[in-house]
């Protein structure tokens, strides 16, 4: 239990501290002046040394999108998407930038569900790292309860604190099983953006083969597989092949 306890509080420790990046207000400068390469330079920076924030990936989608480079656009509206998915502005954005791309998916139109549409903002209420510091806290809140019961003297004290662990446990079981889908979906529903011009889908993986298809920038597909400089991705029914990993980037 003592090792347990010095591993949760490592755990603790390590996941709330906050990793900083200098170049982020950089970014916000030259953003604001107007020199939006400056302003990608700097954010991607933060990016690259593996500072994760859905605004960072925001305001980076809309500096790509004020120099005119759609893909990276998509692709960071998307990445802020996968942290945040109820975030309006982030969705507008994506939205907006998804007309202005040649290559389109038709997708029929679906009635929105008013059950599935609040499990879904439900699910979505909290993003998954402050799921992991709310399963964090929930287990510490645990302890306590067990602790103070052991050391209460008082029976109705400890029935009191032995209830109360119980609705604790229960919200906990919850939050854990929506961290868990969400890891899940994260490693195996993986998207991409054609950031290139445009991108050659050939049969196989390596120049040699046919090219069946070719891509325009901003067209998001299925990752199916990344593998020595290969994308093997899949759009809709009609699109299955490779393309080179330097054409398509990969939504975080």
């Given at each position: 239990?003592?090792?347990?306890?010095?591993?949760?509080?490592?755990l603790?420790?390590?996941?709330?501290?906050?990793?900083?990046?200098?170049?982020?207000?950089?970014?916000?400068?030259?953003?604001?002046?107007?020199?939006?390469?400056?302003?990608?330079?700097?954010?991607q920076?933060?990016?690259?040394?593996?500072?994760?924030?859905?605004?960072?990936?925001?305001?980076?989608?809309?500096?790509?999108?004020?120099?005119?480079?759609?893909?990276?656009?998509?692709l960071?509206?998307?990445?802020?998407?996968?942290?945040d998915?109820?975030?309006?502005?982030?969705?507008?954005?994506?939205?907006?930038?998804?007309?202005?791309?040649?290559?389109?998916?038709?997708?029929?139109?679906?009635?929105?569900?008013?059950?599935?549409?609040?499990?879904?903002?439900?699910?979505?209420f909290?993003?998954?790292?402050?799921?992991?510091?709310?399963?964090?806290?929930?287990?510490?809140?645990?302890?306590?309860?067990?602790?103070?019961?052991?050391?209460?003297?008082?029976?109705?004290?400890?029935?009191?604190?032995?209830?109360?662990?119980?609705?604790?446990?229960?919200?906990?079981?919850?939050?854990?099983?929506?961290?868990?889908?969400?890891?899940?979906?994260?490693?195996?529903?993986?998207?991409?953006?054609?950031?290139?011009?445009?991108?050659?889908?050939?049969?196989?993986?390596?120049?040699?083969?046919?090219?069946?298809?070719?891509?325009?920038?901003?067209?998001?597909?299925?990752?199916?597989?990344?593998?020595?400089?290969?994308?093997?991705?899949?759009?809709?029914?009609?699109?299955?092949?490779?393309?080179?990993i330097?054409?398509?980037?990969?939504?975080?």
């Amino acid at each position: 239990m003592k090792r347990f306890i010095i591993f949760l509080a490592i755990l603790t420790a390590s996941l709330f501290a906050t990793p900083e990046c200098n170049s982020l207000y950089t970014g916000a400068a030259a953003y604001k002046a107007g020199d939006f390469a400056t302003a990608v330079d700097a954010w991607q920076t933060c990016v690259d040394n593996g500072y994760k924030s859905g605004d960072l990936y925001y305001n980076l989608g809309n500096a790509y999108f004020r120099e005119g480079r759609l893909g990276f656009s998509i692709l960071y509206y998307e990445s802020a998407l996968r942290l945040d998915p109820t975030n309006d502005d982030y969705l507008h954005n994506l939205k907006y930038v998804q007309t202005k791309t040649k290559d389109k998916v038709a997708n029929a139109d679906e009635e929105e569900n008013p059950i599935l549409t609040f499990f879904f903002k439900a699910h979505h209420f909290l993003s998954l790292k402050q799921q992991l510091y709310a399963i964090l806290i929930l287990i510490w809140a645990i302890i306590a309860l067990c602790v103070m019961r052991v050391l209460s003297a008082n029976p109705k004290t400890k029935n009191a604190l032995y209830i109360c662990v119980f609705p604790v446990a229960f919200l906990l079981g919850l939050t854990g099983i929506s961290a868990g889908y969400k890891i899940y979906m994260e490693n195996t529903n993986s998207k991409g953006v054609v950031t290139a011009k445009s991108a050659d889908i050939t049969s196989g993986p390596a120049d040699s083969y046919q090219t069946l298809n070719m891509l325009s920038e901003g067209t998001e597909v299925q990752v199916l597989g990344v593998k020595d400089g290969w994308v093997h991705l899949q759009l809709g029914s009609q699109v299955n092949g490779f393309a080179k990993i330097s054409e398509v980037g990969i939504v975080k």
